[in-house]
């Protein structure tokens, strides 16, 4: 098992995870999947931002990342989140390790601040964002739409 950071070849993977997501939930508001491509994409222009996978018998099983919040340069020390984790690889720790680590990555940035934006319902990740000592800080209502419904 091994933490690391993201590389190319790893957009496979990652686009596995994250379009089962945009396929079957509504935790992502993307509607339709994201191509390979689309992740290198991703990962090439996420450059001074952190990128981590977790890997397991060269299974990725997991990943996070720290992107810009808002182009604003008073913004600078803030920066925002995404998770994601393997549909088979719930309820093991490896959100809770992935967040652990990119915490500690971004303190030695120089991020005082992370944003994490969260579609609700969606109990585990809310759970996660807690026991990592996140904050909830308000509700955007209705401000999605996915599968006929509203979401916050």
Known sequence: MLTRNVLISDAEQIANIYNYYVENSTCTFDTDPLSVRDIENKINSNKGFPWLVYENDNKIQGYVHL?????????????????????????KGVGSLLMKEIIETSIKLGITNIVSVLALPNSGSLSLHRKMGFERMGVLYNVGRKFGKNID
Request: hydrophobic fraction near 20%; include cysteine.
């Open 67 to 91: 992107s810009k919040f808002k182009d604003r340069k008073a913004y600078g020390n803030t920066s925002e989140l995404t998770i994601y984790v393997d549909k088979q690889s719930h309820c």
